[in-house]
Structure formats: C-alpha cells, structure tokens
C-alpha cells in the first residue's frame, strides 16, 4: 500500500524523483486507472509506480527465480515481479480477495506471465505455513494486514535461501511510527515490528523512505 501522505518529503521533490525514475508503460498506466476507478480511496493500497520500479531492480539484481508476495490487491506489485522473472521462475501470490485480484488476473494475461503466477485465495498466515521448510525462496514481499507482519517474517525468513531479500511495504506508516504514544493498533503493530527487525542478527536491512516507507532486508 502505498500512502500519498509524505510529511518527510517536500511534494516537489517527490513528484521530480517520480519524473526521472523509469515511468510505467501502457499496461500499467491502465491498471492504475482502472483500480482508482473502481475501487475509490481503496485504491491507495495499491504500490507506486517507483516503487514498482525498485521491486522489480530488486529482483532483478539478485537472480530471483521464486518470489512470494503476502498481499496482492489488484496487481501492480506482481505485474512488476512476474515481468523481472525469467521464463521459469514462478511467483506465488497470498490474498483473500477473489474480487481484487480478478482484475490482476486480466493484467497478468494481457501481460502474458500468467503462466509465472500461482495464486492462492485463503488467509496467507495458512498458506506460508503449508509451504515446504527448505530455504529456496529468493525473495519474498510482504504488504498486508499490519498486524500480521511479524508473523508473516516468522514464516518467511527461514523459507528464504541466504543472500534472499524480504521486503516490507509501509514501514513508516505515514510518519505514525515515530509517535510517542500510538493509540492504533496498526502503528503500534508497525512500530513494534521495525524494532523487532533492527534487533534481528539473523538479517541486514535498511528502512527505505521511498513512498510510505520499504524495509529491505537480507538474510544473512
């Protein structure tokens, strides 16, 4: 999800950061539109352009051949990854919308990676549980319900092989992270998980301040 509100970064800064970062094509600029257009202010959980740019530099730039994304929506994000994928790599994605992620499934056609995509509807927590405890996944990214973040890196981190990246989307929640005394249980479930990774000696990482905050962490 990506968040509109930047209080870290002056408006015009953001916007000509946006305007020298790779812009999205034709099959993307109607996937935004098509989002806003149905879905209103829910469309503001969809990741920003940049940031698809950098999921996808991201992948790229460690070989990723399995990725898995906890928290579709409509499609953006996996458009991005499946399209960084080689031919046989294979991307599983986790939501519990058939409604949203009908419409990613028409992009991922038109795009022609559906054959690269395995979606699972069902809660994700479930899903990560059932998968196989060898350490095979490249990359992983999570931006889902907040309270469950934690979770999710529990399951995660031992499934990614070493060198693999895990990436966390809305680290910074609008700048509410940083309040003394949260009284939302999303900030606080967001604070709590950003001072559970710092401490963790099991990964390296780096909170990112593009959009809403991406936390990027590699397994050691």
């Given at each position: 999800m990506a968040s509109v509100n930047q209080p870290w970064l002056d408006p015009?800064?953001?916007?000509?950061?946006?305007?020298?970062?790779?812009?999205p094509d034709e099959l993307q600029r109607r996937l935004i539109a098509e989002t806003a257009e149905r879905l209103g202010?829910?469309?503001?959980?969809q990741i920003s352009p940049d940031e698809g740019v950098l999921l996808a530099l991201l992948a790229r730039s460690i070989g990723a051949r399995r990725i898995v994304e906890?928290?579709?929506f409509t499609?953006?994000?996996?458009?991005?990854?499946?399209?960084?994928?080689?031919?046989?790599?294979?991307?599983?994605?986790?939501?519990?919308?058939?409604e949203w992620t009908s419409i990613a499934?028409?992009?991922?056609?038109?795009?022609?990676?559906?054959d690269k995509i395995e979606l699972r509807l069902g809660p994700a927590i479930e899903t990560?549980?059932?998968?196989?405890?060898t350490a095979d996944i490249d990359l992983a990214f999570i931006d889902a319900d907040k309270s469950s973040y934690a979770a999710y890196f529990a399951e995660?981190?031992?499934r990614v092989r070493p060198g693999g990246l895990i990436l966390t989307d809305n680290t910074l929640w609008s700048g509410r992270v940083v309040e003394p005394d949260p009284d939302d249980a999303d900030t606080v479930?967001?604070?709590a998980y950003n001072d559970a990774l710092v401490h963790d000696d099991r990964v390296e990482l780096v909170l990112l301040t593009i959009r809403d905050g991406l936390t990027v962490a590699r397994k050691r």
């Open positions: 015009a800064v953001a916007a000509y950061a946006i305007e020298h970062s790779t812009a202010r829910v469309s503001a959980m906890v928290g579709t499609g953006y994000s996996s458009l991005c990854f499946a399209r960084a994928l080689p031919d046989d790599g294979h991307l599983l994605c986790c939501d519990v919308s058939e499934r028409r992009y991922w056609a038109e795009a022609g990676v559906a990560l549980r059932g998968l196989p405890t995660l981190l031992p479930a967001m604070a």
